[in-house]
């Protein structure tokens, strides 16, 4: 059988999926058959010999494609979720599912209309050390969890903040653009989101959008967790940094989620799980506690996501994060800021949005 042909739309974030298609073709059984892009920059060296769109309704009318990956900016994300769906072209949908919780519920509806196979683009979830805390939390390893802390501290570079929608409010900012992967990892390795109460502050560069707060959430299972982000910090607690999962970033070793159960501890990336054992003679805090490394191979969770919508499109897997589910988190973030706003705690029931 051929190959499944992927359109990208949008070459910031896209890039780094037209480059995982033309390394791994073969093992995702799948090849990059066209771009688009709206700057008329020199693509990086190496670019693919594919049509080049700067319009992407023209490449969606033009092209031969079984699947598009859209990299745009939030508020297309309804237009190009429609446009594939009139075509029963599967999408990757980049997160947040949508720029507004209206144009996020109206993607659940086009999605189930047209039952186009979809995925939204929360990549952490093809991590293989998400995965694997996950299997641990799930089968007990370490007891009813209790508290979970995490730390994304980071210094964007200054020119980051030249592109006009990252410093628009409703569609850039860390909230929606790095806590966001924060919030769906949580959900989906705890479970859903019970309350939420946040200090957002913009004090660092005055921009329009936030730059730096504090997040406090209490989850469905009694789990409480504590969350810092920061995007104007020399600091090295970055997600991105120390999974060494994406080559755009200098590896650095540290963690920056903790997870403490009544029964062990684990820490992330680097998969170290701190409990007592039988030698420890006891189980209380004179006692020596003892550590454990679980090996946990390195891998492109993009590329994961990839040989998932392959698997998709044959009918062999279903969507691991689902119209509905990128709704939901985008519901907590939003649910943030409203707590940031209005300085009250924000209960999931009750709110809408």
Known sequence: MAKKRFAVLGVNHGWKFVDCLMKKSDDLDAEIAAISRSSDKPLPAGAPD?????????????????????????????????????????????????????????????????????????HRRFSMGVNRARRAIEAGELGRLLAVNLMWTMRKPDEYFNVKWRITPGVGGPLLINVIHEVDTMRYLIGEVDAVSAFIT???????????????????NGAVLSYIFCDGTPSKYGYELVAHEDAWFHPMNADVYYFFGDKAQ????????????????????HCPLHEEIVPVPRYNPLEGELEHMVKMMKGEAESRCTAEDGTETMKVVEAIRESSKTGKIIKMSEFKG
């Open 202 to 220: 913009a004090n660092n560069r005055g921009n329009p959008v936030e730059d730096t707060g504090v997040v406090n959430m209490t989850f469905k």
């Open 266 to 285: 684990l820490s992330l990336p680097s998969m170290t799980i701190t409990r007592y054992t039988q030698d420890s003679h006891g189980n209380n805090w």
């Open 50 to 122: 594919v049509p080049i769109y700067q319009d992407y309704a023209k490449l969606l009318d033009e092209t031969k494609i079984d699947c598009v990956v859209a990299a745009l900016p939030n508020q297309l994300h309804l237009d190009i979720t429609k446009r594939c769906a009139q075509k029963g072209i599967a999408l990757l949908l980049e997160k947040p599912v949508a720029g507004s919780m209206q144009d996020a519920q109206e993607i659940i509806g086009v999605v189930k209309q047209s039952k186009i196979p979809f995925m939204i683009g929360h």
